[in-house]
Structures are given as C-alpha cells and as structure tokens.
C-alpha cells in the first residue's frame, strides 16, 4: 500500500484515539468524575448533537435527492440486523457459556461504531454532504439499536425502542430534512446558522471524551480467564468477516457517491461502546458486551486505516 496515500486515514484515525485516551487520562485523574457524565451526555445528546446535524444537513445538496434520504436509513437497519445474525451463528464458537451472553455478544458484534467514532472521521476525511447521508443512514442503526437490542438482551418490549427512537438528535435530522426539501439555510436568520455551527463543533470532541471515560471504567471487565476467546473471534467477525461483506454490498449496489462512502466508513468501524450500556440497563451480559465493545475498538485503531483505503480502491474514490 502506498504510505503517502495511506498517510491522510491514519492522520484522521489518531485524533480520535487521542481525544478518547484524553477521556481514560482524565477519568483516571480524576478530573472527569462519573457523577459529571450523565449531565455531560445529555448536553451532548441533547443540544450539541443536534447542532452539528442541523450544520451538516442544511443546505446540504446531497439530501435533496431523494435515494440519500430513502435508502440509507434501510441499509443503517438491515446492516446491523445482518451482522447480530451473523455473528449469533458463532456465538458458542465465541466461548459463550450461557444464551445470555451468546445474545449480547452477537448484539455487540452486529453493532457498529456510528457514531464517535464515525462521525469524526467522516468530518475529517468527506465533504459535508457525506456527514449528511452519516446522519441519515443513522436513523436506521439507531432503530436496530434500540428495538432487536431491547428485544435480545430481555427487556421491556421493542415498545420502550420506539420511544428511545425519537431523540434529540433524530428529531433533528427530520427537521433538517424538512428545512432542506422547503428550501434549506435561506428559510433561517444567520445567527440561527452561525449558532449551530458553533454548538456543533463541540459536540465531537465532548463525546469522544465521554467514550474513554466510559472505557476507562469497564475495563476491569476486559481481561479475565477464557476472554481472550470471545475477544478474538468478534474482533475476526466485527473487524474482518463484516468489513468485507460491507463493501462488495457497497460495489453491487446502486446508490450514491456519497451513500458509498458512508458504507465504507461503517464496515471500518469496531463495535459500538452503546451496547455496555444497554447491557447493564437491560440485563445483558456486561462482562461479554465490554469484551467484544473494547477489544475490537483496540484493534480497529490498525485495521480502520487499512479498511477505508481498501474501500476507497475497490469503490474507486479519493481519501
């Protein structure tokens, strides 16, 4: 592989990682204390967040064609459920011992990374159309999220997921969509806009501090006897199997440059942290969540260089 070519993905890869060893550095200080993080999340889920999609999204010429609004929230939601599927065929070659932790390992693994760590690199390495179609393609991971997660780790019925379904930030992204199809930024005050940009900014950097924070706190759950089995094979699921079948989906199929994209920066992604959370809320296996959450988030700091370069040659798009 080119190294001057491979240089710009790895240049956007360790900004991330930083940032998310500045959130364990500060836990571990004890300057970012637990008692802070559910205030900070709310603020970031529920004000920066949605400005960052507002700026993303308005004016955004992408979103005005209607198979960028259709079509990635289809392929966010079938995705996920094709890789929880997947990776539930594999769940006792995992080492899993109990039922339980066989469904909270394949919702882990089915589970990408889309959000802190995607939506940095989509700002670092696409256009803002691309973002875009991120934060569209998001609504229907957010659904397989919060409905088939709810439903395999034994909660309450997929009921309490559609509620779940309409936050902050996917009410803003219909909002936006909404502005955008009337006639985008012209319809809102500059200050409006200016105000967003500025908010939205904050949002990334926020998060990502939260997530090593949160990683910082289970990863006395990491390491125990037997892990290294389940670790490694949703790392090979997560990190290999998927990536590939992300791709050849992304060059068979009809949709966007900037829908291709999207595709490619999701089959790079580890696992998402989100299902330790729901797995301590909803009675899953925590221990395994952390595991499959944390061990392939270590490893995708080497393998998402070398996924998005593949993606792009075989895609036939600049990084």
């Known amino acids: 592989m080119d190294s001057q070519a491979f ?42 967040s949605p400005c960052l999609i507002l700026d993303s999204i308005l004016g955004n010429k992408a979103l005005q064609q209607a198979g960028n609004v259709l079509l990635p929230p289809l392929i966010g939601y079938l995705t996920v459920a094709a890789g929880i599927a997947v990776a539930m065929l594999f769940r006792r070659a995992a080492g899993s011992k ?23 690199l989509g700002l670092l390495l696409f256009e803002r159309e691309t973002l ?4 569209v393609h998001n609504i229907g991971t957010e659904l397989a ?24 930030p996917v009410l803003a992204i219909l909002v936006a969509l909404g502005i955008n199809f009337a006639g985008g930024k012209a319809l809102l005050p500059e200050f409006v ?28 759950e990491f390491h125990s006897e037997g892990s290294w089995r ?20 992304a060059k068979w199929l009809p949709c966007s440059i900037e829908l291709k994209r999207v595709m490619v920066l999701q089959a790079a992604m580890p696992s998402a942290v989100f299902p330790i959370i729901l797995a301590k809320h909803y009675g899953g296996d925590v221990a395994t969540a952390v595991r499959v959450s944390l061990g392939t988030t ?3 700091v080497v393998t998402i260089p070398l996924w998005l370069r593949a993606g792009a040659k075989i895609l036939g798009f600049e990084l």
């Open 132 to 135: 875009g179609v991120l934060f």
């Open 298 to 300: 270590i490893a995708a």
């Open 98 to 120: 109990s039922e339980l932790e066989g469904k909270t390992f394949a919702f882990t693994v089915g589970v990408h990374n889309y959000g802190y760590v995607a939506i940095p």
């Open 7 to 48: 240089t710009p993905v790895l240049g956007a890869v360790l900004p991330v990682v930083i940032i998310a060893l500045a959130g364990v550095a500060l836990r571990k200080a004890n300057w970012l204390t637990e008692d802070a993080d559910a205030s900070l999340l709310k603020v970031t889920i529920n004000l920066l």
């Open 145 to 168: 999220f919060w409905t088939i997660g709810i439903a395999m780790l034994g909660g309450p019925d997929a009921g309490e997921g559609w509620r779940k379904l309409f936050s902050p």
């Open 193 to 220: 806009v200016t105000t967003a940009h500025l908010l939205g900014q904050c949002a990334i950097p926020l998060g990502v501090i939260l997530v090593g924070a949160m990683i910082a706190d289970e990863f006395h």
């Open 230 to 249: 389940m670790i490694l094979a949703g790392s090979v699921l997560r990190l290999g199997v998927l990536p590939l079948a992300f791709l050849l989906l």
